[in-house]
């Protein structure tokens, strides 16, 4: 199968729906992970790269999410019997390499009072389930190697541990981070599919 990139488009699962992201999302983004605990791991650069007001936090993530494709960054919106509540985080799907049917989900934040629940299982199914769909065969998904909560969140998702890059891209402070990199193939997705399922209905629902 060939691998297509996907057009933008609307995800919904029970708990969240994501949306492409567009500059009208970033006040309500901003709400939900403007929190220096978010990028206290690594998120945006590291800490250097949070920003504490809403301009600076527009000027950061006119520079840092995908605008004008062929990745999509998504905002992620809790469901709320049929509706729609608050923006809880972002994700993005990118890094497409067609030939070798190869995507990146990165670029991953959460607001922490969604930490822990349902949400980040529930956007990787989503997402993932793009992905294969469209004919990616792997899917790599990193974090810091110092982000211990990123890099545990990906483990307890199914995603296969391949190692560090070092020195594999510059902090917002000039110092080198090194990566933790992980990924899922096609042949782990139904498997992996599976275990995702199971912790979605095993994980707190968050709060509207």
Do not use: C
């Amino acid at each position: 199968m060939t691998a297509t990139i996907p057009a933008p488009q609307t995800l919904q699962g029970d708990v969240v729906r994501l949306d492409p992201l567009t500059e009208a999302d970033l006040p309500e983004l901003f709400e939900a992970i403007g929190h220096s605990e978010v990028f206290a791991g690594g998120y945006g650069g590291g800490p250097a790269g949070y920003r504490d007001t809403l301009d600076g936090f527009v000027e950061f993530a006119r520079s840092y999410y995908a605008w004008d494709g062929p990745g999509i960054t998504f905002v992620a919106r809790l469901l709320d019997r049929g509706g729609v509540s608050r923006v809880v985080g972002t994700s993005t799907l990118s890094d497409f390499d067609v030939p070798n049917e190869a995507a990146h989900i990165g670029w991953t934040a959460w607001s922490p009072t969604v930490w822990g629940t349902k949400v980040n299982p529930e956007a990787k199914l989503l997402m993932l389930d793009l992905a294969f769909a469209g004919g990616f065969g792997r899917v790599k998904l990193q974090a810091d190697a110092r982000n211990a909560r990123s890099r545990a969140a990906i483990a307890k998702i199914g995603a296969t541990f391949e190692g560090i890059t070092r020195r594999d891209k510059l902090r917002a402070d000039g110092t080198w981070r090194d990566a933790a990199i992980f990924s899922i193939i096609v042949d782990e997705w139904p498997a992996v599919r599976a275990g995702l399922v199971a912790q979605i209905a095993a994980a707190p629902s968050p709060k509207a």
